[in-house]
């Protein structure tokens, strides 16, 4: 597995055709990673469907889903035929569902990671980093 | 002198010339179409591919003149036609057999990974439309001119010419004959400015692109050129080498541009698409049903070819035929 998401240098999205992680996740991800950070701030335009489409090689309903998911999530205002804007958006008090499945993501994860030989420490460490990255 | 020979042979020996060359003619980590290692086309190897390539191309072009030599004189009407199909045909398979063994023996497969920008277009993308507008003024004004000097044109005039410099077709004195032309570069200008703006939706964004946006703009000028100089004969004394020299000079700039823009030392080393061996058929046929791209760059050679896979591509092709081939139906209705 082999997810890249390139945010230096300007505004990228990259994504891993090869990749067991559907190019809908992958977009999803890379977007939601780039929304949090504060790097796509409110205001800012995405472009369109068709545009995204084209240069990942990906079928149009992939990049339109996935911005779909991201305007439920509050994160964009789909504008018809162009693309779509980053809008100013609440943060939602996670519930305890979502916890749950986070919960339950995580232990899979780290289960994944430790068979593969990760340490605990290094695990804490890397989760450390990768919220202190995110935070706005 | 007999130059019916010399007619049928020239354009052959030159075509066979670019084919002995081709292979070269590629972005580096490509090689007869086939994704390899950088270095592979100057190891033994990828020396001896290109040797035994080159060879069998050579074989091709003999058989191919020793085709046209005779049929020039005995079968005029075959032309070059039959022994340049001959020579496509032939190089065209030795060079899918060489494609074929570098893909199964010494081919990479590269990760598909694939990258967008996520900032708006740039605002110089585009098609330029103070550039593109001066060619159709050029025609509508040639077009003006000729109504206003219409009993000035003669009943027949010379509207085509052989390579001979002699005229080997000829037009009346109706609407058909004095504008068709005109109408000719208008729908030939409409073609590369439809191309351009196809080409700006549905492929992806890479100095070619560039590249080929501004020669289809500029391009507009030397057919416009062109056809008004055809249509404008009747009426005025031009001579032919003047314009001729003129037009020649306008390509070879537009295309030495490119050229230089494309090998620039600033041009972003972009390297090939990332598209996997197994989309391009004989390594010349691009064929991926889940690329919604309808023109990719070619991995041979400057330019664009089309994703043959895409519903869309053959509407495109049919729509860029069909505006192609319209003068030509209108003018001989």
Same mark, same amino acid.
């Given at each position: 597995?082999?997810?890249?998401?390139?945010?230096?240098?300007?505004?990228?999205?990259?994504?891993?055709?090869?990749?067991?992680?559907?190019?809908?996740?992958?977009?999803?991800?890379?977007?939601?990673?780039?929304?949090?950070?504060?790097?796509?701030?409110?205001?800012?335009?995405?472009?369109?469907?068709?545009?995204?489409?084209?240069?990942?090689?990906?079928?149009?309903?992939?990049?339109?889903?996935?911005?779909?998911?991201?305007?439920? %999530?509050?994160?964009? /205002?789909? @504008?018809?035929?162009?693309? =779509?804007? &980053?809008? !100013?958006?609440?943060?939602?008090? +996670? *519930? $305890? %569902?979502?916890?749950? /499945?986070? @919960?339950?993501?995580?232990? =899979?994860? &780290?289960? !994944?990671?430790?068979?593969?030989? +990760? *340490? $605990?420490?290094?695990?804490?460490?890397?989760?450390?980093?990768?919220?202190?990255?995110?935070?706005? | 002198?007999?130059?019916?020979?010399?007619?049928?042979?020239?354009?052959?020996?030159?075509?066979?010339?670019?084919?002995?060359?081709?292979?070269?003619?590629?972005?580096?980590?490509?090689?007869?179409?086939?994704?390899?290692?950088?270095?592979?086309?100057?190891?033994?190897?990828?020396?001896?591919?290109?040797?035994?390539?080159?060879?069998?191309?050579?074989?091709?072009?003999?058989?191919?003149?020793?085709?046209?030599?005779?049929?020039?004189?005995?079968?005029?009407?075959?032309?070059?036609?039959?022994?340049?199909?001959?020579?496509?045909?032939?190089?065209?398979?030795?060079?899918?057999?060489?494609?074929?063994?570098?893909?199964?023996?010494?081919?990479?497969?590269?990760?598909?990974?694939?990258?967008?920008?996520?900032?708006?277009?740039?605002?110089?993308?585009?098609?330029?439309?103070?550039?593109?507008?001066?060619?159709?003024?050029?025609?509508?004004?040639?077009?003006?001119?000729?109504?206003?000097?219409?009993?000035?044109?003669?009943?027949?005039?010379?509207?085509h010419w052989g390579v001979n410099g002699q005229p080997n077709r000829w037009a009346n004195r109706d609407l058909a004959?004095?504008?068709?032309?005109?109408?000719?570069?208008?729908?030939?200008?409409?073609?590369?400015?439809?191309?351009?703006w196809v080409l700006l939706r549905m492929s992806r964004k890479s100095i070619m692109r560039y590249v080929t946006i501004?020669?289809?703009?500029?391009?507009?000028?030397?057919?416009?050129?062109?056809?008004?100089?055809?249509?404008?004969?009747?009426?005025?004394?031009?001579?032919?080498?003047?314009?001729?020299?003129?037009?020649?000079?306008?390509?070879?700039?537009?295309?030495?541009?490119?050229?230089?823009?494309?090998?620039?030392?600033?041009?972003?080393?972009?390297?090939?698409?990332?598209?996997?061996?197994?989309?391009?058929?004989?390594?010349?046929?691009?064929?991926?049903?889940?690329?919604?791209?309808?023109?990719?760059?070619?991995?041979?050679?400057?330019?664009?070819?089309?994703?043959?896979?895409?519903?869309?591509?053959?509407?495109?092709?049919?729509?860029?035929?069909?505006?192609?081939?319209?003068?030509?139906?209108?003018?001989?209705?």
């Amino acid at each position: 597995m082999c997810v890249q998401y390139t945010v230096s240098n300007g505004l990228t999205l990259r994504i891993d055709l090869d990749s067991d992680v559907p190019a809908y996740r992958q977009i999803v991800d890379g977007l939601r990673i780039l929304l949090v950070n504060g790097k796509l701030a409110p205001g800012s335009e995405l472009p369109s469907v068709r545009r995204i489409a084209v240069d990942l090689g990906v079928h149009f309903n992939t990049v339109a889903e996935a911005y779909r998911t991201l305007a439920d %999530e509050g994160w964009l /205002e789909l @504008r018809h035929g162009r693309g =779509a804007t &980053v809008v !100013e958006r609440d943060a939602p008090a +996670a *519930s $305890a %569902e979502k916890v749950t /499945e986070f @919960r339950r993501r995580l232990q =899979a994860l &780290v289960a !994944e990671m430790q068979s593969q030989g +990760a *340490s $605990a420490a290094r695990l804490s460490t890397e989760l450390r980093t990768a919220a202190n990255e995110l935070e706005l | 002198m007999n130059l019916e020979i010399p007619f049928a042979v020239l354009p052959l020996a030159l075509v066979a010339v670019i084919f002995q060359f081709m292979p070269l003619l590629t972005r580096r980590g490509i090689f007869f179409s086939a994704t390899v290692d950088p270095e592979f086309p100057q190891s033994a190897d990828g020396r001896r591919l290109l040797r035994s390539y080159r060879l069998q191309a050579a074989l091709w072009t003999v058989l191919a003149l020793a085709l046209a030599m005779p049929l020039a004189t005995t079968r005029p009407q075959f032309g070059a036609r039959l022994p340049a199909l001959l020579l496509v045909a032939g190089i065209g398979f030795s060079y899918w057999l060489k494609f074929r063994e570098i893909h199964e023996h010494y081919g990479l497969r590269r990760p598909e990974v694939r990258e967008t920008s996520l900032v708006p277009a740039e605002e110089n993308e585009g098609i330029r439309l103070w550039l593109v507008i001066p060619p159709f003024i050029a025609i509508a004004t040639v077009a003006f001119y000729l109504n206003a000097h219409w009993s000035q044109i003669p009943d027949q005039f010379p509207v085509h010419w052989g390579v001979n410099g002699q005229p080997n077709r000829w037009a009346n004195r109706d609407l058909a004959g004095v504008y068709g032309p005109l109408l000719m570069a208008t729908m030939l200008n409409l073609l590369f400015l439809v191309f351009g703006w196809v080409l700006l939706r549905m492929s992806r964004k890479s100095i070619m692109r560039y590249v080929t946006i501004r020669m289809l703009e500029v391009l507009l000028y030397p057919v416009t050129f062109t056809f008004v100089v055809v249509s404008l004969l009747p009426v005025m004394r031009i001579p032919l080498w003047l314009a001729l020299s003129v037009l020649f000079a306008f390509i070879a700039g537009i295309f030495f541009w490119a050229y230089r823009k494309i090998t620039a030392p600033s041009a972003p080393d972009e390297g090939p698409e990332p598209q996997s061996d197994s989309y391009w058929k004989a390594g010349v046929f691009y064929y991926n049903p889940n690329d919604p791209a309808i023109f990719v760059s070619k991995r041979v050679g400057i330019g664009y070819t089309m994703n043959f896979a895409n519903k869309m591509s053959w509407v495109v092709l049919v729509g860029i035929l069909l505006i192609a081939l319209l003068p030509v139906l209108l003018v001989r209705k």
